[in-house]
């Protein structure tokens, strides 16, 4: 069993930054590819970027350049930086653990385990 929790949401004027943390326990953070989801009202979940088991990462094109994942193994912890926000990136944002997989996976589908998700309101 492994259980994640993000924090580090809030709300913030357009093109401040924000650092969400997600903490994972129950299994070394070595063996988790890890992914960040959003959702917005009204819409479906959708992937945002997540870091492999090896430290690679893959963004959807709307954050690249904006947003970093990194990961600290020692802390079991995965960050998401998000530099020059937008209205548009107002969601509530998910952490998830991939239990099975080498590579960063994009479907919903490939995560075993995910957070409560944490508020990200930006304003114009």
């Known amino acids: 069993q492994v259980q994640v929790v993000e924090s580090g949401g809030g709300l913030v004027p357009a093109g401040d930054s924000l650092r969400l943390s997600c903490v994972a326990s129950?299994?070394?953070?070595?063996?988790?590819?890890m992914g960040w989801f959003r959702q917005a009202p009204g819409k479906e979940r959708e992937f945002v970027g997540g870091?492999?088991?090896?430290?690679?990462?893959d963004y959807t094109d709307s954050v690249k350049g904006r947003f970093t994942i990194s990961r600290d193994n020692a802390k079991n912890t995965v960050y998401l930086q998000m530099n020059s926000l937008k209205p548009e990136d107002t969601a509530v944002y998910y952490c998830?653990?991939?239990?099975?997989?080498?590579?960063?996976?994009?479907?919903?589908?490939?995560?075993?385990?995910w957070g409560q998700g944490t508020q990200v309101t930006v304003s114009s």
């Open positions: 998830a653990a991939d239990l099975r997989r080498l590579r960063v996976g994009k479907s919903r589908q490939e995560y075993d385990y």
């Open positions: 870091i492999s088991r090896g430290s690679n990462t």
């Open positions: 129950g299994r070394t953070l070595r063996s988790l590819v």
